[in-house]
């Protein structure tokens, strides 16, 4: 069965530096989405991107962050100079028409 | 504002006692429901999901759900727990014209033998 992939499960950055999240969505499906869940909090929104632009993005996905399809596999998303606020853990999901997202396992992110 | 609640942060029960985990959601219209699990070191698994017509939805494994307008809620229910379902649960809403899923903060469940 098709799942969406994220790479690496986990990474370790100092804060200041710049990191790129890896996912690789199911390969027919046309809208991609990034969400974020900080230890104990809730799963939160960041951007969705269809169509090689971000459709919708929250009030979290500020100028230090931003999202690229670079081929037609990968869907990556970048933190300029990370916080400490940003660790977390990042999901990526993607969809084909219907609404139901699939998610991938996650990319445990750690700022030091 | 729309808004999910899982008043349950936590809950244990024995293998084969029924389950029923509760969901709240706060939507003027009627919303798209969806309840994901999440067990350790896993990505977010859709369980079920509710659009429109009938209101008790199945899912996989053997859970199920119902949405009441009435009460603004979509509790998630299975008859006979298994060691196995132990994980994270999160109730999830997507709203019309917007193409994101609110979450609750999740229900953490535990089985005893």
């Known amino acids: 069965e098709p799942e969406v992939t994220q790479t690496p499960s986990h990474q370790v950055t100092q804060m200041g530096q710049e990191v790129i999240l890896r996912c690789v969505p199911i390969s027919n499906h046309l809208y991609f989405y990034w969400y974020r869940q900080i230890l104990g909090q809730k799963v939160e929104f960041l951007v969705s991107?269809?169509?090689?632009?971000?459709?919708?993005k929250s009030e979290i996905f500020d100028d230090q962050f931003s999202v690229e399809r670079p081929d037609g596999s990968n869907f990556t998303l970048k933190i300029r100079s990370t916080k400490l606020e940003d660790s977390a853990m990042y999901f990526c999901?993607?969809?084909?028409?219907?609404?139901?997202?699939?998610f991938g396992p996650g990319t445990r992110l750690t700022v030091t | 504002a729309q808004s999910v609640t899982q008043p349950d942060i936590h809950i244990t029960v024995s293998e084969g006692a029924s389950l029923e985990l509760r969901c709240n959601y706060s939507?003027?219209?009627?919303?798209?429901l969806f309840w994901y699990v999440q067990s350790p070191g896993q990505g977010l698994q859709l369980l079920l999901k509710y659009f429109s017509g009938d209101t008790l939805v199945q899912g996989i494994e053997g859970f199920e759900a119902e949405f009441k307008r009435s009460q603004s809620s979509f509790n998630l229910r299975k008859p006979s727990v298994h060691w196995s379902d132990a994980a994270e649960y999160f109730c999830a809403v997507g709203v019309e014209n917007t193409d994101k899923l609110i979450f609750g903060t999740g229900t953490r469940l535990q089985v005893f033998p």
């Open positions: 991107f269809y169509n090689n632009e971000i459709s919708e």
């Open positions: 999901a993607s969809r084909v028409l219907s609404t139901e997202q699939y």
């Open positions: 939507y003027g219209a009627t919303p798209y």
